[in-house]
């Protein structure tokens, strides 16, 4: 008979202590930016001043073994039982618990940290709560490649890092699904974030152009590239084949030129030295010669004509 009674008392008591003494959560889950500070909140009540002295917060994150974050007991702060991952990086907001508020802030922010935590607080009574904290790393840039292969193929590259693993889908101008074609590696490092690398090989005409998009389904965000076949590379190959045509059309030009000239200079030549025997041969001189200028100054159906009747 004393056993239960005791069990009813205690139970009683028990209840009356949660009734008067409840911490609460006011967020459940924070959502953060790797790198970035974050500061979690409890509330407790306090009625009146506080009692520093009467008061012990603690907060630790729920991994496979527990990680003490953060202790303060009986007015005490110990950081001695302060789990590595955390060192350097914690502050608990002191002035703020005269307010009944325990604010633990994270600064720098790492991947690591992601998961459940708990905020425990004794003043008086006891209680707690449980937060979750989520760490994301955006894929917020997306460095891209085009490179001919030759032909009319090309090999489009699309690169960025973030967190948690992304696929990469391509698409091309009608958003036809070509993931099948493209080649996607991921790569971590010891800060955890992903490095991915996706290489799309195609066949494509010029001025088209292509998508890839880093999708982030765990974060349900989307990151996209368009990348153009044309411009650039192929305007390079565009210009040089130009220049290169305009190249032969000069040299073709220059030797017809000149073997127009030599023509109208031997015919001048003959001219001559069937009136004036000329003893240079100089073709510097020739070349001044007024009827090689003629001759060249004329357009091409004249100068055959000029050239014959001289
Ligand atoms: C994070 O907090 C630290 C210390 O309070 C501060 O120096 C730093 O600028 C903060 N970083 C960001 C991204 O707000
Ligand atoms: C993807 O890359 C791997 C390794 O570089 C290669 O063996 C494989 O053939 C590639 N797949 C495609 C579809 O290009
Ligand atoms: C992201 O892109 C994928 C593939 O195109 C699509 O299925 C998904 O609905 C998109 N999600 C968001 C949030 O835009």
Redesign the pocket.
């Known amino acids: 008979m004393e056993k239960p009674l005791l069990l009813y008392i205690f139970l009683l008591y028990w209840h009356f202590l949660n009734a008067l003494f409840t911490v609460e959560a006011p967020q459940s889950l924070y959502t953060v930016e790797h790198?970035?500070?974050v500061t979690m909140e409890c509330t407790f009540p306090v009625n009146g001043k506080l009692k520093f002295g009467d008061l012990s917060v603690s907060w630790e994150k729920k991994d496979k073994l527990k990680k003490q974050v953060y202790v303060l007991l009986k007015g005490e702060e110990d950081f001695k039982s302060q789990h590595s991952d955390f060192r350097g990086r914690i502050k608990l907001l002191k002035e703020n618990l005269n307010l009944g508020q325990s604010l633990l802030q994270i600064?720098d922010v790492k991947l690591r940290d992601a998961g459940v935590y708990r905020c425990l607080i004794g003043y008086g009574g006891a209680d707690y709560k449980t937060i979750n904290l989520r760490v994301k790393a955006p894929y917020r840039t997306i460095t891209q490649g085009v490179v001919s292969t030759g032909g009319n193929k090309w090999k489009l590259t699309c690169k960025s890092e973030g967190y948690p693993q992304a696929e990469v889908i391509w698409q091309n101008r009608e958003y036809e699904d070509l993931t099948d074609k493209a080649n996607t590696s991921y790569e971590t490092g010891s800060d955890q974030l992903y490095r991915v690398t996706s290489t799309l090989t195609i066949k494509s005409r010029t001025d088209e152009i292509f998508y890839c998009i880093f999708w982030n389904k765990e974060l349900q965000e989307n990151t996209s590239a368009v990348l153009h076949i044309a411009d650039s590379a192929d305007g390079v190959l565009w210009t040089e084949s130009r220049h290169f045509v305009g190249a032969i059309l000069i040299v073709t030009a220059f030797f017809g030129s000149v073997l127009l000239v030599m023509l109208c200079l031997r015919k001048a030549r003959a001219n001559k030295d069937n009136r004036t025997p000329v003893a240079t041969s100089s073709t510097a001189k020739l070349s001044k010669d007024k009827d090689t200028y003629d001759c060249r100054d004329a357009s091409s159906e004249d100068r055959e004509m000029k050239c014959k009747y001289k």
């Open positions: 790198g970035n500070n600064t």
